[in-house]
């Protein structure tokens, strides 16, 4: 199993910066890899950005440039810097990982951290 708290999220106003963190616990040597996904009211999950345990980075196009994913091994914890916010971001962000027993993939979530952006 695998344990995820997020933190950080909050109320910021439009161009402004946030940075979301996401602690590991559990069995964090079977990651494969971790994610952010988010989701506002009325609309289904999405992909927000990707990051191996290698290192390798994906984002969802719309998001290229203003959104950072990076993590501390040390640490075992992500983090999502978020940067020139607007209002569509608005939505709460959810911390994800997953593994594979061989073929099989296991997904877990955190809790979900709410980020509101004011215009």
Do not use: H
């Not at 910066?17 to 289904?44: D, E, H, V």
């Not at 594979?100 to 809790?111: A, E, K, L, T």
Request: proline residues 2%; hydrophobic residues 35%.
């Amino acid at each position: 199993q695998v344990q995820l708290v997020e933190s950080g999220g909050g109320l910021v106003q439009a161009g402004g910066s946030l940075r979301l963190s996401c602690a590991a616990s559990g069995s964090i040597y079977s990651i494969n890899a971790m994610g952010w996904y988010r989701q506002a009211p009325g609309k289904q999950r999405e992909l927000v950005a990707t990051i191996t345990m290698s290192g390798s980075t994906n984002y969802a196009d719309s998001l290229k440039g203003r959104f950072t994913i990076s993590r501390d091994n040390a640490k075992n914890t992500m983090y999502l810097q978020m940067n020139s916010l607007k209002p569509e971001d608005t939505a709460v962000y959810y911390c994800n990982a997953n593994r594979f027993r061989g073929v099989i993939r296991s997904d877990y979530w955190g809790q979900g951290t709410q980020v509101t952006v004011s215009s």
